[in-house]
């Protein structure tokens, strides 16, 4: 019988962009804080951008992660992607949100579908998906969570 090479994994770290100071302390009280925050940084893309937003306890918002980034109408974002980041986060919950380049903030069926996966991988992980956000250029947004699909 011979033995064959083990890999133990000694540590999983997260690399840390240093733009912290732009949300740190920043608080989602409401539909309109989620919308805000995620325009800021994703609503001028000229591709679909996929941006998780992690939150503690007290919704505190600890940590942003684009998950994705895909084509001009299209982003495949699997709950694995999203999910891992907030696990290596410590998050409570979290905000997923991305944006249409077209200007339309209209959910499709495949921003439904995710919405659902992610909401469903996250209760098996015990971390609450809060809302899905669409945002836009033009400064339209259409929550998921409002719409019923949450």
């Given at each position: 019988m011979e033995l064959t090479a083990i890999f133990e994994v000694i540590r999983i770290k997260q690399e840390i962009r240093?733009?912290?100071?732009?949300?740190?302390?920043?608080?989602?009280?409401?539909?309109?804080?989620?919308?805000?925050?995620?325009?800021?940084?994703?609503?001028?893309?000229?591709?679909?951008?996929?941006?998780?937003?992690?939150?503690?306890?007290?919704?505190?918002?600890?940590g942003l992660h684009r998950a994705h980034v895909g084509s001009l109408n299209a982003s495949v974002v699997h709950p694995r992607d999203v999910l891992k980041c907030a696990i290596l986060n410590n998050a409570n919950s979290i905000i997923v949100s991305h944006q249409h380049p077209s200007g339309d903030p209209t959910p499709s069926r495949e921003d439904i579908d995710v919405t659902k996966?992610?909401?469903?991988?996250?209760?098996?992980?015990?971390?609450?998906?809060?809302?899905?956000?669409?945002?836009?250029?033009?400064?339209?947004?259409?929550?998921?969570?409002?719409?019923?699909?949450?």
């Open positions: 240093e733009t912290k100071e732009l949300y740190e302390n920043y608080v989602i009280r409401s539909l309109f804080d989620a919308q805000d925050l995620a325009a800021s940084y994703i609503a001028g893309e000229d591709r679909e951008v996929f941006l998780v937003m992690m939150l503690n306890t007290k919704n505190q918002v600890i996966r992610l909401a469903e991988a996250g209760r098996l992980l015990g971390i609450e998906v809060l809302d899905h956000v669409i945002v836009t250029h033009t400064g339209k947004h259409v929550s998921l969570k409002e719409k019923g699909y949450l």
